[in-house]
């Protein structure tokens, strides 16, 4: 389970440092991908295996599981933590994301997001007022 919010830099190479309380868990490699909201969505082989079988069990009839796959998958890329705990970020990964200097990366469960940071900040103002007055259960049975 991956939680918290983490401020690294990226350098000038498009590399990133990963949290440092995940890096012995991600040390044999993570696959990286676009995410909803233009983030990165980061998972480790394990998780991107049970996502790869879900979405190889969707019926390909389905236009949406064929427009979401093609793109979720053309975008993924394998990256192995170097030495330092650092992975490089694609080009077209930091086209998508909006990814510059400054990043955010979160816990999100299962995997961990990458953020332009200005986008996350925007992104949060807007959703802390509705997570805050939620009045109905978010999740039933859960929350």
């Given at each position: 389970?991956?939680?918290?919010?983490?401020?690294?830099?990226?350098?000038?190479k498009?590399?990133l440092?990963?949290?440092?309380?995940?890096?012995?868990?991600?040390?044999?490699?993570?696959?990286?991908?676009?995410g909803?909201?233009?983030?990165?969505?980061?998972?480790?082989?394990?998780?991107?295996?049970?996502?790869?079988?879900?979405?190889?069990?969707?019926?390909?009839?389905?236009k949406s599981?064929?427009?979401?796959?093609r793109?979720?998958?053309a975008?993924?890329?394998?990256e192995?933590?170097?030495?330092?705990?650092?992975?490089?970020?694609?080009?077209?990964?930091?086209?998508?994301?909006?990814?510059?200097?400054?990043?955010?990366?979160?816990?999100?469960?299962?995997?961990?997001?990458?953020?332009?940071?200005?986008?996350?900040?925007?992104?949060?103002?807007?959703?802390?007022?509705?997570?805050?007055?939620?009045?109905?259960?978010?999740?039933?049975?859960?929350?």
């Amino acid at each position: 389970m991956f939680l918290g919010t983490h401020a690294p830099k990226l350098d000038e190479k498009g590399r990133l440092f990963l949290p440092a309380k995940y890096r012995d868990e991600l040390s044999d490699g993570v696959v990286i991908t676009k995410g909803q909201e233009r983030c990165l969505y980061v998972f480790p082989h394990d998780e991107f295996g049970r996502i790869t079988e879900a979405l190889r069990t969707a019926p390909v009839t389905a236009k949406s599981v064929r427009d979401y796959s093609r793109v979720f998958f053309a975008s993924a890329s394998d990256e192995v933590p170097d030495k330092q705990g650092r992975i490089t970020v694609p080009s077209a990964l930091r086209g998508y994301a909006g990814l510059q200097r400054d990043c955010v990366v979160i816990g999100a469960n299962t995997r961990l997001e990458i953020w332009d940071a200005q986008a996350w900040e925007t992104y949060l103002a807007e959703q802390e007022d509705s997570f805050s007055e939620a009045e109905e259960e978010v999740l039933p049975g859960i929350l």
